[in-house]
């Protein structure tokens, strides 16, 4: 079975940062600051509407069948092993291998009719991430962004929210989940680690232990005071030592802020809540995400991989990993819901494609982006709704048939993004967000 953090290329997450890329797509918080303390932040055309997200991306490709979209009428070698079961809305049913987001189907809209044509990982992983088709092959393991992530474009366009970045991700990102042109500054700060340690911390945003609040605010107005000699270049945009005070003064309202350091500490999260979620790495950073969006940050991306099941597909569903990401992702949409959020935050479940009809001789699935199910939950979405449809045995999405343009077209609409905008490379070269991307209007109450 395909590891956690691999997929049927067999390329891992040290692989990726071993090629020197890390730096492109993923950075430390120090690491953002430093980057966008020498760019100004872009104005938004128009206020922008305060939708956040949170995208668990299920990298490998999780099965429609296995899901959302049983297909129990189908013959045995098409419908697997598990049965369909009604969820709480009447009419509309999910696999039994999913019991908890079924029973809160009413909560969620389930787009069953997604579909492109490109069966890599690289060139899915790209396609769903960016509403882009990559312009040339990319390889099972590519690891190249060539349009940036939905997390990198709402980053562009809001900015640091009261400190904090617009864009985060848990605990890697997802190979396009990049910024391409729009620079580092835009990457995710990633927060890596267990947040079901005891122990857990998130790094760059906590003073060391020697050094006391106290201590630390006299530093800074020492700083201040030092700073306040007069330099004959501080008019100059491009001073080296304005973008570090830049720099240093974002870091250092980010330490010392309690707002942050609250989102950032999970150990304060009411215990009944954290059991709800489940008690291992991917539920708590669900819980974690939903304090990240309560705090202000735009997008956060769960990244949650091992769904690429070319073998034994029906026991990896009985397993652990399925029923922490049943678990978890419909404790969240409830917690939300509960805490008067879900209408503000847009919840998506996805991956890069959907398996195949039949299964194969290993009993398992292979890729297939003919027929994708996405859940999504809040942000303006219709409770209770089905949109779209795949045929009798789910080959090929067959009713109200969307591609990945049209998805991201409603993504960025729903956070009050405008699709149809034209970005420009560094080298001036216009690049427009969504090309022909028409809006999925199902899923707009």
Same mark, same amino acid.
């Given at each position: 079975?395909?590891?956690?953090? =691999?997929?049927?290329?067999?390329?891992?997450?040290?692989?990726?940062?071993?090629?020197?890329?890390?730096?492109?797509?993923?950075?430390?918080?120090?690491?953002?600051?430093?980057?966008?303390?020498?760019?100004?932040?872009?104005?938004?055309?128009?206020?922008?509407?305060?939708?956040?997200?949170?995208?668990?991306?299920?990298?490998?490709?999780?099965? @429609? +069948?296995?899901?959302?979209?049983?297909?129990?009428?189908?013959?045995?070698?098409?419908?697997?092993?598990?049965?369909?079961?009604?969820?709480?809305?009447?009419?509309?049913?999910?696999?039994?291998?999913?019991? $908890?987001?079924?029973?809160?189907?009413?909560?969620?809209?389930?787009?069953?009719?997604?579909?492109?044509?490109?069966?890599? @990982?690289?060139?899915? *992983? $790209?396609?769903?991430?960016?509403?882009?088709?990559?312009?040339?092959?990319?390889?099972?393991?590519?690891?190249?962004?060539?349009?940036?992530?939905?997390?990198?474009?709402?980053?562009?366009q809001r900015g640091l929210q009261d400190g904090m970045p617009a864009y985060m991700s848990l605990p890697q990102v997802s190979r396009s989940g990049g910024p391409n042109f729009l620079g580092g500054? @835009?990457?995710?700060?990633?927060?890596?680690?267990?947040? *079901?340690?005891?122990?857990? =911390?998130?790094?760059?945003?906590? #003073?060391?232990?020697?050094?006391?609040?106290?201590?630390?605010? *006299?530093?800074r107005s020492l700083r201040t005071a030092l700073d306040r000699m007069h330099r004959y270049t501080d008019k100059l945009m491009d001073d080296p030592a304005i973008v570090f005070d830049q720099y240093?003064? =974002?870091?250092?309202?980010?330490?010392?802020?309690?707002?942050?350091?609250?989102?950032?500490?999970?150990?304060?999260? %009411?215990?009944? !809540?954290?059991?709800? +979620?489940?008690?291992?790495?991917?539920?708590?950073?669900? #819980?974690?995400?939903?304090?990240?969006?309560?705090?202000?940050?735009?997008? !956060?991306?769960? &990244? &949650?991989?091992?769904?690429? $099941?070319?073998?034994?597909?029906?026991?990896? +569903?009985?397993?652990?990993? !399925?029923?922490?990401?049943?678990?978890?992702?419909?404790?969240?949409?409830?917690?939300?819901?509960?805490?008067?959020?879900?209408?503000?935050?847009?919840?998506? #479940?996805?991956?890069?494609?959907?398996?195949?009809?039949?299964? %194969?001789?290993?009993?398992?699935?292979?890729?297939?982006?003919?027929?994708?199910?996405?859940?999504?939950?809040?942000?303006?979405?219709?409770?209770?709704?089905?949109?779209?449809?795949?045929?009798?045995?789910? +080959?090929?999405?067959?009713?109200?048939?969307?591609?990945?343009?049209?998805?991201?077209?409603?993504?960025?609409?729903?956070?009050?993004?405008?699709? @149809?905008?034209?970005?420009?490379?560094?080298?001036?070269?216009? !690049?427009?967000?969504?090309?022909?991307?028409?809006?999925?209007?199902?899923?707009?109450?």
């Amino acid at each position: 079975m395909i590891g956690l953090s =691999q997929n049927c290329a067999g390329v891992t997450r040290r692989d990726f940062l071993q090629l020197g890329l890390g730096g492109m797509i993923g950075a430390g918080f120090s690491d953002l600051l430093r980057l966008r303390a020498s760019a100004a932040v872009p104005s938004a055309a128009s206020p922008l509407a305060r939708v956040n997200c949170i995208m668990i991306w299920l990298d490998g490709g999780p099965s @429609h +069948y296995e899901s959302f979209d049983p297909k129990p009428d189908a013959p045995s070698d098409i419908r697997g092993e598990f049965k369909s079961i009604p969820t709480d809305v009447p009419g509309i049913h999910y696999s039994e291998a999913v019991p $908890h987001l079924a029973k809160v189907a009413s909560k969620t809209t389930v787009i069953r009719s997604i579909a492109h044509k490109d069966p890599n @990982h690289g060139g899915g *992983n $790209h396609y769903m991430m960016t509403g882009a088709p990559t312009p040339v092959p990319v390889a099972c393991g590519a690891f190249v962004t060539f349009h940036p992530s939905f997390g990198s474009v709402v980053s562009y366009q809001r900015g640091l929210q009261d400190g904090m970045p617009a864009y985060m991700s848990l605990p890697q990102v997802s190979r396009s989940g990049g910024p391409n042109f729009l620079g580092g500054k @835009h990457a995710p700060f990633i927060i890596n680690g267990n947040p *079901n340690d005891k122990a857990f =911390q998130v790094r760059d945003v906590v #003073l060391p232990p020697e050094v006391s609040e106290a201590r630390a605010a *006299n530093r800074r107005s020492l700083r201040t005071a030092l700073d306040r000699m007069h330099r004959y270049t501080d008019k100059l945009m491009d001073d080296p030592a304005i973008v570090f005070d830049q720099y240093y003064q =974002q870091g250092t309202d980010l330490v010392l802020s309690p707002k942050a350091q609250a989102a950032f500490d999970i150990h304060r999260e %009411n215990e009944k !809540v954290r059991d709800a +979620y489940g008690r291992s790495d991917f539920g708590q950073r669900l #819980l974690m995400a939903r304090r990240l969006v309560e705090a202000g940050v735009s997008w !956060v991306t769960v &990244y &949650y991989g091992g769904w690429d $099941h070319h073998t034994k597909i029906f026991d990896a +569903y009985k397993g652990d990993h !399925v029923k922490r990401m049943d678990q978890g992702v419909a404790s969240l949409i409830n917690d939300l819901d509960q805490r008067g959020m879900l209408d503000q935050t847009l919840v998506l #479940l996805l991956g890069e494609f959907g398996r195949t009809p039949k299964v %194969n001789k290993d009993a398992g699935r292979d890729h297939w982006p003919h027929a994708m199910s996405v859940l999504a939950a809040g942000g303006g979405s219709p409770r209770g709704a089905v949109i779209g449809a795949t045929d009798a045995k789910g +080959y090929h999405a067959a009713e109200n048939v969307f591609r990945p343009e049209d998805f991201a077209a409603s993504v960025y609409t729903k956070m009050g993004i405008d699709p @149809h905008q034209t970005l420009h490379t560094n080298t001036g070269r216009p !690049v427009q967000l969504v090309s022909n991307g028409r809006l999925i209007r199902e899923w707009f109450t």
